[in-house]
């Protein structure tokens, strides 16, 4: 977790979403999110970073609760609360939610976590306690950073025998990923493989695991059977 908080100390994570590059990251998944608002929605934020996602749906009325890690963060995203926001900041680990009770949102954000965890331990444990304090009927979205986007890139780029020469890509061309290396890239048969793990929990039991792709981030959501 030290590397993730000393990146984001120095990384402009306000303004990512903002940029040229990743703005369509935000308005396609802010697409997604208001597909399943109700008037009386009440959402978690797990992994909020500065608030993009946060501060945008609690200006639109809606109950929210936002969890970080990075301390940096958290002080950027409590400065754009205003008076008239209906919004819990708390400083938080995506592994563990245990000071917020079952089933207790219908919407949950795990929009960022996935990038920085390493091992199937991890990945169980936040998806865990994301459907833990989803309710039941609710949606959870996660992202992840993709692989081979990450590959056309190096492609593009002309680095790529540069990362092959430093064995930092297989010979199927999946990059190592590492706790250093800060992102943790995925496939979609790597979310797969996840996604067995999770519908063994018994407390998936009354969900649907769907996955989609988009254009460079992977969404899993849950609905009821």
Known sequence: MKEIIEFYNKYDEDNRLKSKTHLPEYLITMKYIKRYLTPNSKILEIGAGTGRYSIALADMGYDITSVELVPHNIEMLKFKIKTEHKIKVFEGNACDLSFIEDN???????????????????????????????????????????????????????????????????????????????????????IDKLMKIITKNELSANYKIKVTMRTHVLHVSCETL
């Open 104 to 190: 207790t949102y219908d919407i949950v954000l795990l929009l960022g976590p996935m990038y920085h965890l390493f091992n199937d331990i991890d990945k169980y444990k936040a998806l865990s306690e994301a459907i833990r304090v989803a309710k039941i009927g609710g949606i959870i979205y996660s992202s992840y950073c993709n692989n081979d986007t990450t590959i056309y890139k190096m492609f593009y780029k002309k680095r790529i025998l540069d990362y092959i020469d430093k064995g930092l890509i297989d010979d199927n061309f999946h990059a190592y990923s590492s706790p250093n290396g800060i992102f943790e890239l995925y496939r979609k048969s790597d």
